[in-house]
């Protein structure tokens, strides 16, 4: 399922690396000490402690991106999606021209079923950057969570005139048209894939 290719830009942006943090304290911290403490907290599953952070960040400086966005991803973690969907709304209008927060909105929206309205937070990516190679795939996604395997195809072609080499675009692509009983056009795409990561077991699986 090409769900578990979608690229998660802005959660996994906040993955930092470091040694596990202490318990939430509140305290007197720096704008960006609080958001680290939430992206570590968050990494390490934490996301009650994350989201104390991210809110203290909000207090803070009410008008910070970063910290909208922490929020939002810790939210969607939660399950808390309603919550969620309001904290990615805040930061696109603080930051209308930002990827991240419209993609991220599309990818909670997909979760809960909202096909449509996650189709709309999609486009406003794109009318960001149109050769968007993550938006494309989210977008590839999408038809497929709703079995639209040709249009996922065609976006998946897209996708990969701006990344050829893309390992996930090509698994993706066989998927498709495995579902779409092209096995011919499937094998190509798993060999391909293959030829770029050959220690997958995944595309050795697929490819037969």
Sequence with gaps: M????IIFITFLSFLLSGEEIRAYEPQA???????DKGREFSKQG??????????????????SFEAWMGKGSTLMHMARFKEAEE??????????????????????LMRIGRYKSAAEAFRSAL???????????NIAGLYEEIGRYNEALGVLN???????????????????????????????????????????????????
């Design 87 to 108: 904290s990615f709304d805040k930061a696109a209008r603080i930051n209308p021209d930002s990827l991240e927060a419209w993609n991220n909105k599309g990818i909670m």
């Design 46 to 63: 934490r996301y009650e402690e994350a989201l104390k952070a991210f809110e203290e960040a909000i207090n803070l400086k009410p008008q």
């Design 158 to 208: 897209k996708a990969l005139q701006i990344r050829p080499d893309s390992f996930e675009a090509l698994m993706a692509k066989g998927l498709n048209h495995a579902r779409l009983r092209d096995f011919d056009q499937a094998l190509q795409s798993f060999t391909k894939a293959v030829a770029i990561k050959a220690d997958s077991p995944e595309a050795w699986y697929h490819k037969g």
């Design 29 to 35: 911290n720096s704008l960006e000490q609080l958001i």
């Design 127 to 137: 009318q960001i950057k149109p050769d968007s190679y993550e938006t494309l795939l």
């Design 2 to 5: 090409i769900g578990k290719w």
